[in-house]
């Protein structure tokens, strides 16, 4: 009779999600951390499951947890659900964990994990040979200059597809910002990544942005599941990657195709060359061509290259891009009118065409954006790494972290502390432009030393591309894109001043903007 009753629950499916949910906190119960001897952040005395009741509450308040954490000044152990045990190193050992090899402390292998790219991405051999990045880095920030007139003629373009015209002069608009920034961020980023006229196919757009949502939101999902049942499991919940990657490729298939002609006939012995498109796609057929991988020039592998860098391009710009318009809108008047009219200036001065050199000149608009990525963060921890060395790693204050410790820094805390930021709890846009200033006023003209205070320039007290050697690679791409967006939208558009910036949220680890603030605006007349 027992059995009967068993067999029958056993097949019922409720059941096998308790019993997953059991098998999941058992072993919670039962596992004993590798690095009991550092302190562990959200336990309590008198707690009988010390380890998950903590885990529990850093899952729910991160925030906190992280706050906690970063006051110790010493490592600690910060367990968080569907990310495991996270040793949090102070800022003093910042250079430390940079100096160490990437056969010591890996980057890809965390990154891999964080992502979950063998059951979130169709083919994970394109993000572990990451042919990007050297693209990124010798091609695309080289070609800026040369891409910056295009992507300024799709900002427009993208504006008044999302936020209107001259349709809207005389009245104010209600726009959702991130809702409406991603679109414009995922229009200009295309651009340059496959050119006109895909860049403005919403189809494609709007998948490249789904597959942007995708691939966090079902990785911290797999996170979750007990790892002998994410094979199983991670099928159902990755359908969505599966779909808006298949259908991505189809959009971009017969484009790819055309490129692969084009390069196979420049390089016959025909005098009349055809001329390459300069964009992120022909660079990739010809880096794959000159490498002489057929993998890597397959249709689907190059269509799933752009995908990939779509997600990079898109998921961080547009929230870093929707931060920085609400800290400014949120702000003075005055501080929005003085960056207009700086833009008004410098746009004037360049013949009313925007080139690098004008957007190197946005000194304050540059301020402010650095300034709302630190003030508003969605980087919470940073410079993660993972202990890959056998024998594991001792840290500068004698603490031995085994193989497959997770490490990061506070990020978060670091961009709020009072004794690196004077008014750390404010959002002052002109921080850095004053910083500046006061390095000119001085007689100090040294452009490396000038450089230190610009948008794309990472150091130790700001880690929002991280810093050293894997510091993102398309930084300098990204501040050139944010600049370009958000000087147009203040020079062709009045905003209405909000009395207080709407709040975002903490998802885990994961911190996000206001996904559904707005704001109203109105076409600038005569612009």
């Known amino acids: 009779m027992i059995y009967t009753m068993l067999y029958e629950l056993r097949s019922h499916p409720i059941f096998l999600f308790f019993a997953v949910l059991f098998l999941y906190f058992l072993s919670s119960f039962l596992r004993k951390s590798r690095r009991s001897f550092i302190p562990i952040i959200g336990t309590r005395k008198g707690d009988w499951f010390p380890l998950l009741q903590a885990r529990w509450r850093n899952t729910r308040d991160f925030k906190t947890a992280l706050e906690a954490a970063y006051a110790q000044s010493r490592p600690v152990l910060v367990p ?240 870093t891009s929707t931060e920085a318009l609400l800290d400014l809108v949120s702000s003075k008047a005055e501080y929005l009118e003085e960056i207009r009219q700086e833009i008004i200036s410098v746009l004037a001065a360049h013949g009313g065409q925007w080139d690098k050199r004008a957007l190197g000149q946005l000194e304050g608009l540059d301020s402010a954006i650095r300034e709302s990525a630190r003030f508003s963060s969605i980087v919470s921890i940073g410079l993660g790494r993972t202990v890959v060395a056998e024998g594991g790693l001792m840290t500068p204050t004698g603490i031995h972290l085994p193989k497959g410790t997770k490490v990061s820094v506070p990020a978060y805390c670091i961009m709020r502390d009072e004794a690196r930021y004077t008014g750390s709890e404010e959002f002052r846009p002109f921080r850095f432009y004053d910083q500046r200033k006061a390095m000119e006023k001085e007689g100090n003209s040294d452009h490396v030393r000038l450089a230190r205070t610009a948008l794309p320039t990472t150091n130790p007290d700001f880690l929002v591309f991280g810093h050293g050697k894997h510091a993102c690679p398309g930084r300098f791409f990204a501040a050139a894109e944010l600049k370009l967006i958000l000087a147009h939208a203040l020079l062709h558009y009045d905003f209405q001043i909000l009395p207080k910036k709407p709040e975002g949220s903490w998802v885990g680890i994961t911190k996000l903007p206001p996904l559904t603030a707005t704001i109203k605006v109105k076409r600038r007349k005569g612009i």
């Open 80 to 319: 968080v659900a569907g990310e495991g045990d996270i040793v949090i190193m102070p800022p003093a050992d910042i250079k430390f964990l940079l100096d160490q090899p990437d056969s010591v402390l890996g980057f890809s292998e965390r990154a891999f994990e964080i992502f979950q790219i063998d059951y979130t991405f169709m083919e994970p051999k394109i993000p572990r040979v990451p042919l990007h990045e050297k693209l990124l880095r010798t091609k695309l920030t080289p070609q800026i200059g040369s891409l910056v007139p295009e992507l300024a003629e799709e900002a427009e373009w993208a504006f008044k597809t999302h936020w209107g015209g001259s349709e809207i002069e005389n009245d104010w608009h209600e726009v959702c910002v991130f809702e409406s920034m991603r679109h414009v961020v995922g229009g200009v980023a295309n651009r340059a990544l496959v050119g006109l006229p895909y860049c403005r196919d919403p189809e494609l757009v709007n998948n490249g942005m789904a597959f942007a949502i995708d691939i966090p939101l079902s990785s911290t999902i797999i996170k979750l599941i007990w790892k002998p049942l994410r094979p199983l499991l991670a099928p159902l919940i990755t359908l969505p990657n599966r779909l808006h990657t298949w259908r991505f490729r189809k959009l971009l298939i017969s484009e790819i195709e055309n490129r692969l002609q084009i390069y196979d006939k420049n390089q016959g012995d025909s005098e009349s060359k055809i001329r390459e498109p300069n964009d992120f796609l022909q660079w990739s057929v010809q880096q794959a061509k000159a490498a002489g991988d057929p993998f890597m020039w397959r249709k689907t592998v190059l269509a799933d290259r752009i995908l990939m860098v779509n997600f990079a391009a898109i998921h961080t710009t547009s929230f």
